[in-house]
């Protein structure tokens, strides 16, 4: 039978509360802050960025519905705490009806955006939802490291 995809939910979930944690802790002072690394990102725009991976993946190639991305305005993408909280749980909300629209098996929904000689564009929606949650767990850890960078930076 395998994996059901609103079990995935619980994976994706657990690591959007770690972001969460992670910019609290950071507060709106240094959310927007970027660690002295050559080409670091802010937190703010590692969490911006992971939100809009989620509406993308799950919500576009695994559920069909469209949306606007402008992916390289998510790098540089400011604001507050506050800011991110309110996309959660955007995100979050919509999830719920996008995984009940996810045939784990059938084509990824808009798979002709991607070049003919795309692996993802052989994806099914499926491996969208698992690619989803694999960009989300790697971008909780840069968003790790990155707090730690900035809370350090501090002293």
């Known amino acids: 039978?395998?994996?059901?995809?609103?079990?995935?939910?619980?994976?994706?979930?657990?690591?959007?509360?770690?972001?969460?944690?992670?910019?609290?802790?950071?507060?709106?002072?240094?959310?927007?802050?970027?660690p002295a690394l050559p080409g670091a990102n802010s937190p703010y725009a590692i969490v911006y960025h992971s939100?809009?991976?989620?509406?993308?993946?799950?919500?576009?190639?695994?559920?069909?519905r469209t949306m606007e991305r402008d992916r390289?305005?998510?790098?540089?993408?400011t604001g507050t705490v506050a800011d991110l909280e309110a996309a959660?749980?955007?995100?979050?909300?919509?999830?719920a009806t996008d995984i009940a629209e996810i045939e784990p098996q059938a084509p990824l929904r808009h798979f002709e955006l991607f070049p003919v000689d795309s692996t993802a564009r052989h994806w099914t929606q499926g491996e969208?939802?698992?690619?989803?949650?694999?960009?989300?767990?790697?971008?909780?850890?840069?968003?790790e490291i990155t707090r730690d960078l900035l809370l350090s930076q501090r002293r």
């Open 128 to 143: 969208a939802l698992v690619h989803a949650y694999e960009e989300l767990a790697q971008h909780l850890g840069q968003l």
């Open 88 to 95: 959660v749980a955007d995100l979050r909300s919509q999830l």
């Open 51 to 64: 939100v809009q991976v989620a509406h993308w993946w799950i919500g576009m190639m695994g559920a069909g």
């Open 1 to 34: 039978m395998g994996i059901q995809p609103v079990q995935v939910l619980t994976f994706i979930d657990s690591a959007l509360s770690g972001m969460l944690g992670a910019v609290a802790q950071l507060g709106d002072e240094r959310v927007n802050l970027k």
């Open 72 to 77: 390289d305005s998510e790098f540089v993408a």
